[in-house]
Structures are given as structure tokens and as C-alpha cells.
């Protein structure tokens, strides 16, 4: 048996994690009592693709890197689905060893289903002259949050029904091939 003794948990903390697992309650009873209408989330996706200036930002191409739809659309079709929560938070920064480690999720709160992604970033990003550490602290948030974005992007997709990802998409690209519909005079 091991006499390790753990220091007590300050008063802020016990008011905090008793905080986090009333709003974690709150949040699914909430879910529960007003579950979302799947039809009216359809016809609003519908809609929302259907917008020039939706379809606009709704994709991304990254040489070398790959293509696909946007966090920008994946933040608008968790919003529209309802009962979701996603971000991204840093769990620690170290600038001895120039990285952070950082959480990205997302969370059906209707069908309490989590998805979530822990990884390092490095503090660096890459140049054509190779590798530069970023020292700025601005820089560091970030390279740390887009790198974050990317991946709740993905927390968020595979969170959703493959179904209204697939029909958002299908209206976007029709949308973009189609323009706004005004005349070009």
C-alpha cells in the first residue's frame, strides 16, 4: 500500500469542479426537454447551403495539405443541429520545450455522444527556409488555435449525422456552381 498523500483541493477548486458538474447536468436536461426537430434542423441546413455567402467559406484547399469543407461550415451545421457544444481549449503550454498540449471536442448533448482529440502543437510553424519557432505570444494562441480549429472541425463532422454533412455539401458546390442567381449586368 502506498503512503502517498495528496495535497487538498483549495476551496476554488471544490467550487469549481461543483460548477462543472451542475452546467453538465443543466446542459442535458436542457437537451432533454427541448429536443431538437431533425426535419426543421434539415430545412435550415437546406437553406443556409444555399447562400452564396455561406457556399463561399465553406471550403478549404491547403496545398499540399488537402481539401474539404470548412470548420466555418461545420461550426454553422452544429449550430443548426442543436444540443451540440465543441471548442477548444489549451490544457498547458510549454515554453521550455516549445509546445502545447491541446483538447478540441464536441458533445451531442440530446444523445450525449463526445468526440474528442488531445495532441501536441508545436510552438513552430513552417517556412520555405524549413522550420521557425514562434516566440511571439500572440503567435503561439495562434498556431495553437488553428490547429485547434481544424481539429474540432473534425470532432465536429464526426459527430453529426454523415447524412447532413453529405447534403450540406452537395447543396454548397451546387450552390457555388449556380453564383447568387443575379444577372452578371
Known amino acids: 500500500m502506498s503512503n502517498i ?3 487538498a483541493a483549495s476551496q476554488g477548486t471544490v467550487v469549481e469542479q461543483s460548477r462543472a458538474v451542475a452546467e453538465v447536468a443543466a446542459a442535458i436536461r436542457v437537451a432533454l426537454d427541448f ?16 447562400r452564396l455567402s455561406v457556399a463561399t467559406r ?14 466555418h461550415i461545420a461550426r454553422e451545421l452544429a449550430r443548426i443541429w442543436g444540443n451540440v457544444q465543441y471548442g477548444v481549449k489549451e490544457l498547458s503550454r510549454d515554453d521550455l520545450r516549445g509546445e502545447s498540449e491541446v483538447l478540441a471536442y464536441a458533445w451531442d448533448q440530446q ?5 474528442e482529440r488531445s495532441f501536441i502543437v508545436p510552438h513552430a510553424k513552417s517556412t520555405r527556409q524549413g522550420r521557425k519557432a514562434l516566440t511571439d505570444l500572440n503567435d503561439i494562441y495562434l ?3 488553428n490547429a485547434g480549429a481544424r481539429a474540432v472541425r473534425e470532432c465536429i463532422f464526426s459527430m453529426l449525422p454523415h447524412s447532413l454533412i453529405a447534403e450540406a455539401e ?16
Not at 452537395?170 to 449586368?185: H, N, Q, V, W, Y
Open 170 to 185: 452537395s447543396i454548397l458546390r451546387a450552390t457555388l456552381e449556380r453564383g447568387d442567381g443575379k444577372s452578371i449586368e
Open 5 to 7: 498523500v495528496l495535497p
Open 58 to 71: 465553406a471550403f478549404y484547399e491547403v496545398p499540399n495539405r488537402g481539401s474539404g469543407l470548412s470548420v
Open 111 to 115: 444523445t450525449n455522444t463526445r468526440t
Open 143 to 145: 498556431n495553437n488555435q
Open 35 to 50: 429536443p431538437r426537430d431533425t426535419t426543421r434542423a434539415v430545412e435550415e441546413m437546406r437553406e443556409l447551403a444555399s
